[in-house]
């Protein structure tokens, strides 16, 4: 339909799917939220992206990510913080995972490698990973002889501790981009949101917008992970040959850079946040703070106790060169042993695997 | 030569089809009598085209338009400031009511407006006293008598200048522009401000509207058009990318952040979708010629409203609803924020608006009825009458009708004129201009 000869397999798009609560309503708005992203970044490598385009698509952005945040879970388990408009893609990071797919966030971490090259943003392996099936909820569904090819409804039998483990991956992986902001190679790109009229605070703010973006879309971008992930679990068969560090080496921070941009996560509303206002967004480092329900879901004070010290992290000195972000993290001494206690855990999964 | 047997075999179609990005026509406009037609192109060329004065024949055909005079309004520019290019493309022409034998018109690119005379010149006087017919200066010895210098006939030239540069004013990008019915000022709109300049001073400008917030990051809402009222020179409205029109009124304050009137139309529950706000965003505003109704084009619809009822719209036509469904597809191919343009005709009776696959469509507002036109080179021979088109969508498919899934959606219609006061149509087709009007027959009138 877009070009002549070409032809699309989407589902069909035919049902306007309304019903919040249904997979392909589900399944539509991540397809949505995939590509809303991806157009955000490649408008954001523009010299001078469009400022309507970016407006419209950080909206669909906002507005998809507080759908996530209403709709029932998939499976019921989940429950539902308080949401607001201020803090809308905060709620990915409680609500935007549904349970069933939280091992496989966990599993999948481990292949970010392969879904999340050195150069081009991130995201454009998503459309094209899912494009292979053409269809957003496909992306959840890989060749039969992958060995996590699974149903929606199988995950939760699957894992032994999925909640642990996805917790544990997902917050080493926000941890590891918060190390890895120097090995980023370009600046924080000019966004459209931020012309130059509005830059008042310190020349950190690329940095910060990582920050942001570790804060603001650890849920979803698990969510998106898992996505990308998933599709490259069929290929990456080597998993044991990987060294943690190469995992996290190849993660792209200006993705969440340019996100945090437009979506103007910034909570203390101007300038830029300081660590506490990380510490209150990030998810927890371990489930033993957590409850046996979806780790996401505590409120957001929960989360402080178990989060490392942000506050002593200097964005601009190389505290941690990307290839020590783990020997040398800057945290606090006692999240030290629960970082390496959950690094074991991200091993034993990748041996799993 | 050896070399010209062989050149009769060189495939030349390929650069038929094969479209210089700089040709593409971005604008059209016509003057208020209709005479003279403008375009701007990418390239940032203006091409003004002239209405042949003929005698009407016995068909009912006017004049044709010809060229009148190319020349190129903008050169790319560079923002040292920013180190960002600034693009030369024609965004808006907007022609100023004739007052002497030269015409003006505005031309814009996304900084920097332009005033541009078109003059002609067809004469020229001879015998001056003190240079001779080459313009050297003579030996002033060798003069013996004094001459008046007389003028004399030569070919036609028609000379355009610039006669302004109102640069500076914008630190977003130009959508609009629009000539205030008085005469002496104009407002330029960008993405989040709009400025009111006098037609004679260009290092000043009045700011009438900012919806820039404090902080960039709340920033959820763009200004996409704006237009002066026909008749009421203290009157502008603009439309935002949320699908809302302003109606202001400049002898309230001077800065005219707070609106007079707010035409929005609530939102259906029934149809909302992911990408309700994207298609809610207005691309196009324009006022009727009587000054009453605004037409406005959102992405699937186009909506007249009445000045005096702010509730919504009085009348709305479906563009291309058969769209609806493919809005994800849409979105992902970036069609979704095509800005497709609309326009009145001149009794405000019917309302046209481009499509893709080039059609365009107009709606007869009285009867309620559209009609889906093609603009295309093959199928229209000179002085051919256009045929209707269908998008089939369901139900008997006739012959001719397209398939929603044949469309092309590269060939898009998106600037379009109507002449004041006749029915003649132009329509840009990405880098063609199609001139259409309607022939005083029975069979086609009404359609």
């Known amino acids: 339909m877009i070009m002549k000869g070409q032809k699309r397999k989407l589902p069909p798009e035919d049902m306007e799917v309304s019903d919040t609560s249904s997979l392909v309503w589900e399944s539509q708005r991540q397809f949505v939220f995939s590509v809303s992203l991806n157009k955000y970044q490649r408008g954001q490598e523009l010299p001078e992206p469009s400022l309507r385009r970016s407006v419209l698509i950080a909206n669909t952005l906002r507005q998809v990510s507080l759908e996530a945040c209403r709709a029932p879970s998939v499976d019921g388990e989940m429950s539902q913080p308080p949401c607001s408009s201020s803090f809308a893609l905060q709620e990915t990071i409680c609500t935007g995972v549904p349970a069933g797919r939280h091992q496989s966030a966990g599993m999948f971490a481990a292949n970010s490698p392969s879904a999340l090259p050195n150069g081009p943003p991130v995201p454009l392996n998503h459309p094209s990973n899912c494009a292979a099936s053409r269809s957003p909820g496909n992306c959840h569904y890989t060749a039969s002889n992958d060995p996590f090819s699974v149903k929606d409804e199988d995950w939760e039998s699957m894992s032994a501790d999925p909640d642990f483990s996805l917790s544990a991956a997902i917050s080493s992986i926000l941890t590891a981009l918060d190390s890895s902001i120097d090995g980023s190679p370009q600046a924080a790109p000019r966004t459209p949101l931020r012309s130059l009229e509005n830059l008042s605070g310190p020349p950190e703010g690329g940095v910060a917008w990582v920050k942001q973006g570790v804060r603001g879309y650890g849920g979803s971008w698990g969510q998106q992970e898992e996505c990308r992930v998933r599709e490259s679990s069929v290929e990456a068969a080597y998993l044991s ?3 943690v560090e190469d995992l996290f080496q190849d993660i792209d921070t200006s ?99 | 030569m050896g070399e010209d047997a062989e050149s009769p075999k060189i495939n030349h179609t390929f650069l038929r089809d094969y479209v210089t990005e700089a040709d593409v026509i971005s604008t059209v406009e016509f003057n208020q009598t209709g005479d003279l037609l403008a375009t701007g192109d990418k390239g940032g060329r203006v091409v003004i085209f002239q209405r042949e004065t003929e005698e009407v024949g016995e068909t009912g055909d006017s004049g044709e338009y010809n060229v009148y005079s190319t020349f190129q309004s903008h050169e790319p520019d560079f923002d040292y400031l920013k180190s960002l290019e600034i693009e030369e493309k024609i965004n808006k022409i907007r022609w100023l009511p004739q007052q002497n034998a030269a015409h003006f018109l505005l031309s814009t690119n996304d900084k920097t407006i332009k005033l541009w005379k078109v003059s002609e010149r067809d004469k020229r006087p001879e015998g001056y006293n003190l240079k001779d017919e080459e313009g050297r200066l003579k030996d002033i010895s060798t003069i013996t008598s004094l001459q008046v210098p007389v003028l004399k006939p030569t ?39 709009i400025n009111m300049w006098h037609l004679g001073i260009t290092d000043r400008s009045f700011n009438i509207v900012d919806i820039k917030p404090a902080n960039m990051e709340d920033l959820t809402e763009v200004i996409t058009a704006a237009e002066f009222h026909p008749h009421h020179c203290h009157l502008f409205v603009y439309s935002s990318s949320k699908g809302t029109l302003r ?25 909302r979708s992911f990408f309700s706000e994207i298609i809610s965003s207005v691309s196009d505003v324009k006022f009727s010629h009587s000054g009453r109704y605004l037409l406005t084009r959102d992405y699937l619809t186009a909506k007249v409203w009445d000045l005096n009822m702010d509730k919504g719209p009085v009348e709305t036509y479906q563009v291309h609803e058969y769209l609806r469904s493919k809005l994800c597809s849409l979105y992902e191919n970036d069609c979704i924020f095509d800005k497709f343009e609309c326009v009145w005709n001149s009794s405000d009776s019917v309302i046209m608006t481009g499509a893709y696959n080039s059609f365009f469509r107009m709606f007869d507002r009285e009867t309620g009825r ?78």
């Open chain 1, 241 to 243: 040959d990987l060294t």
């Open chain 1, 255 to 353: 993705l969440l850079e340019r996100e945090m941009g437009v979506l103007g996560l910034r909570g203390s509303g101007g300038g830029y946040p300081t660590g506490d206002d990380l510490l209150r967004y990030l998810p927890p480092l371990s489930s033993s703070s957590s409850s046996p329900s979806h780790p996401f879901s505590l409120p957001l004070n929960q989360n402080l106790k178990c989060l490392p010290s942000f506050s002593s992290f200097s964005p601009l000195s190389s505290s941690s060169s990307s290839s020590s972000s783990l020997s040398s993290p800057p945290f606090s001494g006692q999240n030290h042993v629960k970082e390496g206690l959950e690094l074991d855990h991200l091993m034993e999964i990748l041996v799993e695997a």
């Open chain 2, 155 to 193: 070919d036609l030239m028609v000379e355009v200048r610039p006669r302004r540069v109102f640069s500076n004013g914008h630190t977003y990008h130009v959508n609009s522009i629009s000539v205030n019915s008085d005469g002496e000022t104009y407002l330029s709109a960008d993405d989040l401000r």
């Open chain 2, 247 to 271: 109606l202001c009124d400049m002898r309230a304050s001077a800065l005219c952040d707070r609106h007079t009137k707010l035409f929005e139309e609530p939102e259906d529950p029934g149809s």
């Open chain 2, 370 to 447: 559209g009609v889906t036109l093609e603009a295309w080179r093959e199928s229209s021979k000179p002085r051919a009458v256009l045929r209707t088109r269908r998008v089939y969508t369901g139900g008997k498919r006739r012959r001719g009708d397209v398939g929603v899934d044949s469309l092309d959606f590269t060939k898009k219609i998106l600037h379009m004129a109507w002449h004041p006061s006749e029915n003649i149509i132009a329509i840009a087709a990405t880098n063609n201009l199609y001139i259409f009007q309607d022939r005083v027959n029975p069979e086609t009138q009404g359609q």
